[in-house]
């Protein structure tokens, strides 16, 4: 919970929600982690589930949360190569923000 409100401006990079968003801000970010909220996925997997987003997109993401310590990626050696992604403790602990952020947008009217 929120210590005070109107939280106290933090200039020196120490506000916790503005290092949250900076980690979970960017187009379709929280969709790849609300996908890998049901476990391990592969490329190929992730982009089916996210109609519309672009390879170099998914990428991007994919490769800012695992630099964030959100998400860890698997490469097997095998032919052809075979990459999952999964979740580390730090991207599950998100579980109840999607939740909550799921609640809010059954709320919203539609239309």
């Keep these: 919970m ?8 933090c200039e020196d990079g120490s506000c916790p929600v503005a290092r949250a968003v900076a980690v979970l801000d960017g187009k379709w970010t929280l969709l790849v ?7 391990p996925k592969r490329f190929g997997e992730l982009r089916d589930s996210l109609a519309g ?15 964030a310590g959100v998400l860890s990626r698997t490469m097997y050696p095998e032919i052809p190569p075979r990459v999952e992604y999964r979740l580390t403790d730090l991207g599950r602990s ?13 709320s919203l009217a539609i239309g």
């Design 53 to 67: 987003i672009s390879p170099k997109t998914l990428t991007d993401r994919l490769r800012d949360l695992e630099s």
């Design 94 to 106: 998100l579980a109840p923000v999607l939740n909550a952020l799921g609640e809010f947008g059954r």
């Design 33 to 39: 982690i609300r996908d890998l909220l049901g476990g």
């Design 2 to 9: 929120l210590e005070a409100w109107p939280p106290q401006p």
